[in-house]
């Protein structure tokens, strides 16, 4: 009875609460456009905007820590400069002048360097400097067709507003005019202002050819630099994320996992990047040395993976690493036995393998065969009872947690991960997703029973989403229910984010046989291919079963394969940032735009170094439309934001009637 009666004011308190709001919104409506003429005016704006054409989109995924390939693409704004260069200065640039001004613009400071050095008389450079003005300006504009000019006064530096809007908007049919406009130009130069105004010109050429951005998850792992990717991403103007396998390590360990902390210490580990835990984000590793040096010796199976472009370490610095990495890969294993064994409904039991070693830690028996152990490291483990953690290895992994959750920068980075990301994303009709959609070979959701409910197809990732929030709001808790789903997200068998039956991690270390690396994948990465299977998903996910598309990041496209599928509603776009997969894909990677003409995929080069960029010009290999034929142009009025618009032109309306 007490509950019902609690329930009945929770609910009366609640419908009161969206009623006042409604109303307050009225109110506020009243206040703003207090009369009839200022009501109809709002009410033109709005459908005006409604007319313009969509503003582009560009989709990313798989930046792992790659920050100067990822502020390359920024830069290059998914290659809609390249895109904009070409549609506006063709026939009267050649290509190799197109790329030129291209790179200006991604890269003005660093291009203005070089340019002016090649100049030898002031005429010649201020000629150049004309004619690049006159080139930027008319760029501006054509990027600009598509945003009020309110919106383009706020991309413009503030100082250089009200020269720029002169030279846009001027009218230069007069000979009055065009001495102005001379003026005006003469003087930038004569002031020393023209580097600075070329500057300012270019960043929002950048600012203004994507117009919002999604990241489709694993910015983190592998690469040297993700908490720049995360300061750069928190200071862009308009972006969601979706996240990923690898992003999920970090957000679990924040939320307090020992067992997250522990598999992304590993991994930094083995790709050398243990300095983004200590340097970047403050977290100590001493004790976790300490403890590596105490058990391990140098073994081959755990040198670091190098990155042939960054400086060798010194071999007392490669033994350090080569040791905590023995020492954490094996805290993870011991602390997966334990989750394993409390969670049987995570049906993970295969992955128990420190009790299927033999006695003498020489030989394995996996699934019926016996395997001999390579750089076996099992110093800790106790043949009777292998995942008991060694004293000082349960207080470095406490300690170890505990730095995780505490560490400010860490927090930031993962607040923000959680304010901007989501497990899944419909926008704009499209769903984003950064891994698969878990299902059976027929194509049935397959899902995780807990407690008696199956959670499958959109329900599993609510589901999901919804612990993860819980748990992320809760960092004091290291094994409840909760916290041992983020772990199941990096590796679940049913984790949309991972994708494959099992992780087998262990085997890559010990075991020899490439058979016993095998990670079967979901059927989904068969069924993907097929367009019924796809619109399935779409509305699943309350998407655009006709228009939509399904964009995936997590899997490298592989060379000579296509990352267009299901009659073009399948689109996947690894960025291939990571450069340990340049072998496998052959080119830097894709991603993907989202105009008013419909969606085109961009194919990257591989990215080098900023500075080999910079200097050979060297960018985008192609791009192009993932649906051939011709559609009608896109407007703003088709898009959620047009949604918006229209029931705020619908009030307007009501309040007009009133
Ligand atoms: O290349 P590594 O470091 O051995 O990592 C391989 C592991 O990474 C994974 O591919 C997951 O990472 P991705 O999300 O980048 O694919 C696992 O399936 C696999 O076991
Ligand atoms: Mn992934």
Same mark, same amino acid.
């Given at each position: 009875?007490?509950?019902?009666?609690?329930?009945?004011?929770?609910?009366?308190?609640?419908?009161?609460?969206?009623?006042?709001?409604?109303?307050?919104?009225?109110?506020?409506?009243?206040?703003?456009?207090?009369?009839?003429?200022?009501?109809?005016?709002?009410?033109?704006?709005?459908?005006?905007?409604? $007319?313009?054409?969509?503003?582009?989109?560009?989709?990313?995924?798989?930046?792992?820590?790659?920050?100067?390939?990822?502020?390359?693409?920024?830069?290059?704004?998914?290659?809609?400069?390249?895109?904009?260069?070409?549609?506006?200065?063709?026939?009267?640039?050649?290509?190799?002048?197109?790329?030129?001004?291209?790179?200006?613009?991604?890269?003005?400071?660093?291009?203005?360097?070089?340019?002016?050095?090649? #100049?030898?008389?002031?005429?010649?450079?201020?000629?150049?400097?004309?004619?690049?003005?006159?080139?930027?300006?008319?760029?501006?504009?054509?990027?600009?067709?598509?945003?009020?000019?309110?919106?383009?006064?706020?991309?413009?530096?503030?100082?250089?507003?009200?020269?720029?809007?002169?030279?846009?908007?001027?009218?230069?049919?007069?000979?009055?005019?065009? $001495?102005?406009?001379?003026?005006?130009?003469?003087?930038?130069?004569?002031?020393?202002?023209?580097?600075?105004?070329?500057?300012?010109?270019?960043?929002?050429?950048?600012?203004?050819?994507?117009?919002?951005?999604?990241?489709?998850?694993?910015?983190?792992?592998?690469?040297?630099?993700?908490?720049?990717?995360?300061?750069?991403?928190?200071?862009?103007?308009?972006?969601?994320?979706? /996240?990923?396998?690898?992003?999920?390590?970090?957000?679990?360990?924040?939320?307090?996992?020992?067992?997250?902390?522990?598999?992304?210490?590993?991994?930094?580990?083995?790709?050398?990047?243990?300095?983004?835990?200590?340097?970047?984000?403050?977290?100590?590793?001493?004790?976790?040395?300490?403890?590596?040096?105490? @058990?391990?010796?140098?073994?081959?199976?755990?040198?670091?993976?190098?990155?042939?472009?960054?400086?060798?370490?010194?071999?007392? !610095?490669?033994?350090?690493?080569?040791?905590?990495?023995?020492?954490?890969?094996?805290?993870? #294993?011991?602390?997966?036995?334990?989750?394993?064994?409390?969670?049987?409904?995570?049906?993970?039991?295969?992955?128990?393998?420190?009790?299927?070693?033999?006695?003498?830690?020489?030989?394995? +028996?996996?699934?019926?065969?016996?395997?001999?152990?390579?750089?076996?490291?099992?110093?800790?483990? &106790?043949?009777?009872?292998? @995942?008991?953690?060694?004293?000082?290895?349960?207080?470095?992994?406490?300690?170890?947690?505990?730095?995780?959750?505490?560490?400010?920068?860490?927090?930031?980075?993962?607040?923000?991960?959680?304010?901007?990301?989501?497990?899944?994303?419909?926008?704009?009709?499209?769903?984003?997703?950064?891994?698969?959609?878990?299902?059976?070979?027929?194509?049935?959701?397959?899902?995780?029973?807990?407690?008696?409910?199956? @959670?499958?197809?959109?329900?599993?990732?609510?589901?999901?989403?919804?612990?993860?929030?819980?748990?992320?709001?809760?960092?004091?808790?290291?094994?409840?229910?909760?916290?041992?789903?983020? /772990?199941?997200? /990096?590796?679940?068998?049913?984790?949309?984010?991972?994708?494959?039956?099992?992780?087998?991690?262990?085997?890559?270390?010990?075991?020899?046989?490439?058979?016993?690396?095998?990670?079967?994948?979901?059927?989904?990465?068969?069924?993907?291919?097929? !367009?019924?299977?796809?619109?399935?998903?779409?509305?699943?996910?309350?998407? &655009?079963? &006709?228009?939509?598309?399904?964009? $995936?990041?997590?899997?490298?496209?592989?060379?000579?394969?296509?990352?267009?599928?299901?009659?073009?509603?399948?689109?996947?776009?690894?960025?291939?940032?990571?450069?340990?997969?340049?072998?496998?894909?052959?080119?830097?990677?894709?991603?993907?735009?989202? $105009?008013?003409?419909?969606?085109?995929?961009?194919?990257?080069?591989? #990215?080098?170094?900023?500075?080999?960029?910079?200097?050979?010009?060297?960018?985008?290999?192609?791009?192009?439309?993932?649906?051939?034929?011709? +559609?009608?142009?896109?407007?703003?009025?088709?898009?959620?934001?047009?949604?918006?618009?229209?029931?705020?032109?619908?009030?307007?309306?009501?309040?007009?009637?009133?």
């Amino acid at each position: 009875m007490t509950v019902f009666k609690k329930i009945g004011i929770i609910k009366i308190s609640y419908f009161k609460r969206v009623i006042v709001t409604q109303e307050l919104t009225k109110e506020l409506l009243k206040e703003k456009f207090p009369t009839r003429e200022a009501i109809t005016t709002e009410i033109i704006n709005l459908k005006a905007i409604l $007319n313009l054409p969509k503003s582009t989109e560009a989709f990313m995924s798989d930046i792992h820590g790659e920050y100067a390939a990822f502020d390359h693409v920024l830069r290059n704004a998914s290659g809609n400069i390249k895109l904009k260069i070409k549609a506006l200065f063709n026939g009267r640039l050649n290509a190799k002048s197109q790329q030129e001004l291209a790179f200006l613009v991604y890269y003005p400071t660093q291009r203005l360097q070089i340019i002016k050095a090649g #100049f030898q008389h002031s005429e010649d450079l201020q000629q150049w400097y004309l004619d690049t003005f006159a080139q930027l300006l008319e760029l501006l504009k054509y990027c600009a067709t598509k945003y009020t000019r309110s919106k383009l006064r706020k991309a413009l530096a503030p100082e250089f507003v009200y020269i720029t809007e002169e030279l846009l908007y001027g009218d230069f049919d007069t000979l009055d005019k065009q $001495n102005y406009y001379a003026q005006i130009t003469a003087d930038i130069i004569k002031l020393g202002s023209a580097d600075k105004f070329i500057i300012s010109l270019c960043h929002t050429i950048q600012r203004l050819v994507v117009d919002h951005l999604h990241v489709v998850g694993d910015i983190y792992d592998r690469g040297p630099h993700p908490d720049k990717i995360m300061d750069r991403l928190m200071n862009y103007h308009s972006v969601d994320l979706q /996240w990923g396998n690898h992003d999920i390590l970090w957000l679990g360990a924040v939320s307090g996992s020992p067992l997250c902390v522990a598999s992304l210490l590993r991994i930094c580990a083995r790709y050398n990047n243990l300095s983004i835990v200590e340097d970047a984000y403050g977290i100590n590793l001493r004790h976790l040395s300490l403890l590596a040096d105490k @058990y391990y010796h140098d073994n081959p199976g755990f040198a670091p993976k190098l990155n042939p472009q960054e400086a060798r370490p010194s071999a007392s !610095e490669l033994s350090q690493i080569n040791k905590i990495h023995q020492a954490i890969a094996i805290i993870q #294993f011991k602390l997966e036995g334990h989750l394993i064994e409390r969670r049987p409904e995570f049906k993970m039991q295969s992955r128990q393998l420190l009790d299927k070693l033999d006695p003498q830690q020489t030989h394995i +028996l996996l699934k019926g065969k016996t395997y001999p152990i390579i750089n076996g490291c099992f110093q800790t483990v &106790d043949p009777k009872n292998p @995942y008991q953690l060694l004293p000082d290895e349960q207080e470095v992994i406490t300690q170890l947690t505990q730095a995780f959750v505490h560490s400010e920068k860490l927090r930031k980075h993962m607040d923000f991960f959680m304010q901007k990301g989501s497990m899944y994303l419909v926008y704009n009709g499209n769903l984003l997703v950064h891994g698969c959609i878990p299902v059976d070979e027929k194509g049935d959701f397959e899902g995780l029973t807990l407690n008696h409910h199956l @959670y499958a197809g959109k329900e599993l990732f609510d589901f999901l989403e919804d612990n993860l929030r819980r748990c992320y709001a809760n960092s004091r808790q290291s094994t409840d229910l909760a916290t041992d789903l983020l /772990w199941y997200l /990096w590796s679940g068998p049913v984790s949309p984010l991972f994708g494959k039956q099992e992780m087998t991690t262990f085997e890559r270390y010990f075991i020899a046989d490439p058979q016993t690396h095998y990670e079967k994948p979901n059927s989904y990465y068969q069924l993907r291919h097929q !367009e019924p299977f796809i619109v399935k998903v779409l509305r699943e996910f309350g998407a &655009d079963a &006709d228009c939509g598309h399904l964009i $995936n990041g997590h899997t490298p496209v592989k060379k000579g394969h296509s990352p267009i599928m299901a009659n073009g509603k399948m689109i996947v776009i690894d960025g291939g940032f990571s450069t340990a997969y340049h072998k496998t894909t052959g080119i830097g990677g894709y991603t993907l735009l989202y $105009n008013s003409h419909g969606l085109q995929l961009v194919t990257h080069q591989p #990215f080098t170094t900023r500075e080999q960029a910079i200097e050979q010009l060297s960018d985008i290999v192609s791009t192009k439309r993932v649906v051939e034929q011709e +559609l009608a142009r896109k407007t703003v009025s088709e898009t959620d934001i047009g949604k918006k618009l229209k029931q705020q032109i619908q009030q307007l309306e009501e309040l007009l009637a009133e």
